[in-house]
């Protein structure tokens, strides 16, 4: 699953609001557009946030229009909520991910929250055990 969203930007009374259709609770608005791309990439983090708090799957985003702005997971978001779909998905809890990775369950929590700084190496181990793989692609910026 690729994890970028494509944001659209409304003006709305001398600011800029944006807003994503693959993740409606991520609503934010800036002064100008750069200024809500800005924003959205933050609100986007807070609303995955919210469904990874509440164990609800994280989806993944659409196809953009063309022209339309796209926000991008950081590498480590990405494979934290890459790593948390694949504990919905195999019905797999953190305590018994914490067990087969010889873990606690704080640290298996930490490893899911989108705001610590966790090392990659054990999401990718946890992926791994729970039958996945961390595919990462490069490209070239136009």
Do not use: C, W
Not at 17 to 25: L, M, S, T, Y
């Amino acid at each position: 699953m690729q994890y970028q969203y494509p944001v659209t930007l409304e003006k709305d009374e001398g600011s800029v609001v944006a807003r994503f259709v693959d993740v409606p609770e991520a609503l934010t608005f800036g002064d100008d557009e750069e200024h809500a791309l800005h924003e959205a990439q933050d609100a986007l983090v807070v609303a995955l946030a919210m469904y990874v708090d509440d164990r609800q799957a994280v989806p993944g985003g659409s196809k953009a229009k063309p022209g339309q702005p796209v926000i991008r997971l950081s590498p480590l978001v990405a494979a934290k909520v890459a790593l948390h779909n694949a504990l919905i998905e195999s019905k797999t809890s953190n305590v018994k991910l914490a067990s087969m990775m010889g873990l606690r369950e704080t640290q298996v929590r930490r490893m899911l929250d989108l705001d610590h700084q966790s090392h990659i190496r054990p999401i990718e181990q946890g992926l791994r055990l729970l039958g996945y793989e961390l595919i990462t692609h490069s490209a070239k910026v136009a």
